[in-house]
C-alpha cells in the first residue's frame, strides 16, 4: 500500500526524523493561509500523489509570493498529474504541500526494502540523493552502499557508521544521520514496511540535516496487524474499477487494450495477457477472479470488464480446480443476460466439471465461442479484432 | 523415484479442521497420500475422518511418525506453523497459505538457515510426484507418471502447463509450486538442483514471472552445473510497471523484475524459452525427441 508524501512525513516526525516544515491545504485558501502561518516566502509547493517523476512533470513548484501561491495551487488542485509513472490519464491532486524552501547544500539517498534473494532487509545509501535510486543503479553502481541486515541482531551501529562515512557529508553531520538511519529502520521494522525511503536526505546552509523528500509503501501481507496504517489509505489515487472490483475479491488492473480477459489464477492471468499480444492483440487488462470464485464474483467480473468502454472482445481463459466449470458458466450466463452482451466472447474451459459448463454456455442462447486449449481460443480473439479492425 | 516426496512420505496436516484443511485433507487422501495426522490447537484428541488430531506438532510427529507437513492455516499464525514444524523436527513443509507477513517470512528464513528441513510456499499450490505423493491443492487427475519435473511461481499457470504435457503423453516426476510471495523456502536453483540429480527426471520445464531475480539466479546456475535441458517460459511480459500482479512477488520494481530481462538472462545461459504459453507442451516434446 502506498502513501503520500505528506503522510510519510508524519510517521517520520513520529520517529523523531526532521522533515522540513510543511503544511497540506486542500484549497487555494487554505494554501495561503499556511504559507502566512509559516512565515516568509519563498515555498515550494508539491503535488500530493501516488507516483515519482512529479517535478519533472510540473508538480513540484517553487512560489516567490501570494500571487504565484494561487496560480500554482489553482493550477494544480482538482486537476490530474501525469507523469512517466502514471499513464496518460495522470491521477488526481487532491491535496498540496506546501513547504519551507530550504538552502540545500547537499542531497543524499537513504532506502531500506526487503532483498528477497537474501531474504533480508537491506539498507541502501548513496551520495548521488535527489535522483530516483534506479537511475544512479544504472549510471554509476559504485556510488550505492548496501548494509545487508541480519534479522537476528539487527541494524547495528557499526553498519550504520560505516555507511554514512561513505556518503560524503561533513563530519558534523554524522552522528544526525546515524540517528535518523537508526529511527528510519526501527519505522520500517514495526510498521511492516516494503519500502520505507528518504530522498533525498539534505544538509542545509543552516547546518540541519532534514529528510526533503519520502516514499514509504507497506506490505499488503501485514496490514491486518497495522489498523493505523490502513486508514492512511487514499483510494482516490488508485482506479476506481480496481477499487470496485477489490470489493468483491477480484483482482482487476486495467491496462490499455480492448480484449477483456477473465482467468483464475494471477501467473495464468499473466500469461493470458502475453498469449493475447502474442496473436497482436492488446490485453484491456488483468483480471483474477482467483481460485475459489462464485457465480456471484463471476458476473461482478464481468460488469467490471464491460464498465471499460475500450472492451471489444472478451477473453474467458478458466483451468478449474476448485472453482469448477460448471459455476463459471452459470455466472456467465446470468452477466449475459443481466448486462444484455452483444459482444463477442471467447471461451475457454478446462479441468473440473468442464462437459457440464461447455453445456451451460452452449445451451444458453447466447453465442459464446467456445475453444479448445488457450491457443486456439487466442486465435479465435485475434480474428475478433482484425474484423473489427477491417468493419 | 521423483524429488521431496515419493511413497514413503507421511503426512501431518497443520490446520486440519479449517474449510481448506478439511477439504484438500480429503482430496490428498483420496490420491493416495499417507495421511497420518491433524494438529489443531484445542482439538487435540478428536478425529477427522479417522486422522486423529493433536494440540501441538511435538505430539503429533510422537504419535504418528510423520516426515512432511502441509500448513493450511491463517496468514497470522503460519509463520509460527512452520516453526513449529521445524522446531518438531519435521523435514519436508510445505506452507499453502497466501498472505504472511514478508518480516514474518524474514525470521523464518533465518531460523531455518542451519536446519536440514526444506520449505516449500508460502503461497504455494503445492507438490506433486505423480502416482505417489500429493501434498497441496493441485487436481490429481490431470498429472501422470513420468519423466519431466515441473518448477513454478504459479498455480494455474502449473495446470496449464500439466495439462499440455500430459496431452502430449509427456508424464511428470515431480511438480513442484514454490510460491508467489516475495520470501519463499526452495527457490528455482534449490530444485534444479534435485531434478539435475534425479535418475529418473529427463527434463524440467521451469515456470517463471515478473519480479524479483529468481530466474537469472536459475540462469547462472544452469549454465555452470546443468546438462538436463530446460524449458522456460516467463509470464507477465505485458505487465506493467510498479504494479502488484495477483502474486506479492509478481511486481516489476524499476527494471528488476522485469521480463524481457529474464527471458534474455535464460536464453543466454542456454536455456530454450517458449514465447506462446500455449505451445509448452509442443516445445518440450520437440526437446524430449531431440
Known amino acids: 500500500m502506498k502513501i503520500h508524501e505528506y503522510q510519510a512525513k508524519e510517521l517520520l516526525k513520529g520517529y523523531n526524523i526532521p522533515v522540513s516544515k510543511g503544511r497540506v491545504a486542500e484549497t487555494v485558501e487554505e494554501a495561503v493561509s499556511a504559507a502566512n502561518v509559516m512565515g516568509p516566502f519563498p515555498f515550494v509547493v508539491k503535488a500530493q500523489v501516488h507516483a515519482g517523476g512529479r517535478g519533472k512533470s510540473g508538480g513540484i513548484r517553487r512560489v516567490n509570493n501570494t500571487s504565484e501561491l494561487r496560480a500554482t495551487a489553482s493550477e494544480m488542485l482538482g486537476k490530474r498529474l501525469v507523469t512517466p509513472q502514471t499513464g496518460i490519464e495522470g491521477i488526481p491532486i487532491d491535496r498540496i504541500l506546501v513547504e519551507e524552501a530550504l538552502d540545500i547544500v547537499k542531497e543524499v539517498y537513504a532506502g531500506i526494502t526487503i532483498d528477497r534473494s537474501k531474504a533480508c532487509a537491506t539498507l541502501l545509501m548513496s551520495p548521488e540523493g535527489g535522483i530516483e535510486i534506479e537511475s544512479v543503479a544504472a549510471a554509476s553502481p559504485e556510488k550505492i552502499f548496501v548494509e545487508t541486515i541480519d534479522p537476528c541482531i539487527g541494524l547495528r551501529g557499526f553498519q550504520v557508521g560505516r555507511i554514512c562515512y561513505r556518503l560524503e557529508l561533513d563530519q558534523s553531520f554524522l552522528n544526525k544521520a546515524s540517528d535518523i538511519i537508526m529511527n528510519l529502520y526501527q519505522l520500517f521494522m514495526e510498521k511492516d514496511c516494503s519500502l520505507a525511503e528518504i530522498n533525498p536526505l539534505v544538509t542545509t546552509e543552516r547546518g540541519e540535516l532534514i529528510a526533503l523528500d519520502a516514499k514509504i509503501t507497506f506490505d499488503d501481507n501485514a496490514l491486518f496487524r497495522h489498523p493505523d496504517v490502513s486508514v492512511l489509505r487514499d483510494y482516490r489515487q488508485e482506479n476506481s474499477l480496481e477499487v470496485e472490483a477489490s470489493k468483491y475479491n477480484l483482482n482487476y488492473i486495467k491496462l490499455k487494450g480492448n480484449v477483456g480477459c477473465m482467468v483464475n489464477g494471477a501467473g495464468l492471468a499473466m500469461a493470458t495477457m502475453d498469449l493475447i499480444k502474442y496473436v497482436g492483440a492488446e490485453p484491456a487488462n488483468f483480471l483474477d477472479v482467483g481460485g475459489g470464485a462464485t457465480s456471484r464474483m463471476i458476473t461482478e467480473g464481468i460488469r467490471i470488464l464491460l464498465s471499460d468502454k475500450e472492451v471489444k472482445v472478451i477473453f474467458i481463459n478458466i483451468f478449474g480446480g476448485i472453482l469448477r466449470c460448471d459455476t463459471l458458466a452459470t455466472g456467465l450466463v446470468d452477466a449475459a443476460r443481466a448486462f444484455g452482451i452483444t459482444m463477442p466472447v471467447v471461451v475457454r474451459l478446462e479441468g473440473t466439471n468442464v462437459e457440464k459448463g461447455r453445456a451451460i454456455l452452449e445451451t444458453s442462447g447466447f453465442r459464446f465461442a467456445i475453444a479448445e486449449g488457450m491457443g486456439q481460443a487466442a486465435l479465435l480473439v485475434a480474428e475478433e479484432i482484425s474484423q473489427l479492425n477491417q468493419g | ?290
Open chain 2, 1 to 290: 523415484m521423483s524429488i521431496i516426496i515419493d511413497n514413503r512420505t507421511m503426512v501431518i496436516i497443520q490446520g486440519i479442521t479449517g474449510n481448506e484443511g478439511m477439504f484438500h485433507t480429503r482430496q490428498m487422501r483420496e490420491y493416495g497420500t499417507k495421511i497420518s495426522a491433524g494438529v489443531t490447537p484445542g482439538k487435540g484428541g478428536q478425529e477427522f475422518e479417522s486422522i486423529p488430531i493433536f494440540n501441538t506438532m511435538k505430539e503429533a510427529v510422537a504419535a504418528s511418525g510423520a516426515n512432511a507437513s502441509a500448513i493450511f492455516v491463517p496468514p497470522p499464525y503460519a509463520a509460527d506453523a512452520i516453526l513449529e514444524a521445524v522446531e518438531a523436527g519435521i523435514k519436508t513443509i510445505i506452507c499453502l497459505t497466501e498472505g504472511i507477513p514478508t518480516l514474518d517470512m524474514v525470521l523464518v528464513k533465518r531460523y531455518m538457515k542451519d536446519k536440514d528441513a526444506v520449505l516449500i510456499g508460502p503461497n504455494s499450490p503445492g507438490i506433486i510426484s505423480p502416482g505417489k505423493c500429493k501434498i497441496g491443492v493441485m487436481a490429481g487427475y490431470i498429472h501422470k507418471e513420468g519423466r519431466v519435473g515441473i518448477i513454478s511461481r504459479s498455480g494455474t499457470l502449473t495446470y496449464e502447463v500439466v495439462h499440455q504435457l500430459t496431452g502430449q503423453g509427456i508424464g511428470q516426476s515431480t511438480c513442484v509450486g514454490i510460491g508467489g510471495d516475495p520470501i519463499i523456502g526452495l527457490r528455482y536453483v534449490d530444485l534444479l538442483r534435485m531434478f539435475e540429480e534425479d535418475e529418473e527426471t529427463n527434463a524440467i520445464v521451469m515456470i517463471g514471472e515478473i519480479g524479483g531475480s529468481a530466474e537469472e539466479d536459475a540462469a547462472r546456475y544452469f549454465q555452470k552445473c546443468m546438462k538436463k535441458p530446460v524449458v522456460s517460459f516467463i509470464a507477465g511480459v505485458t505487465a506493467p510497471i510498479g504494479r502488484r500482479m495477483g502474486h506479492a512477488g509478481a511486481i516489476v520494481d524499476g527494471r528488476v523484475g522485469d521480463a524481457s530481462i529474464k527471458i534474455r538472462a535464460l536464453e543466454d545461459a542456454g536455456i530454450i524459452v517458449v514465447k506462446n504459453p500455449a505451445e509448452i507442451g509442443h516445445t518440450v516434446k520437440s526437446v524430449l525427441a531431440g
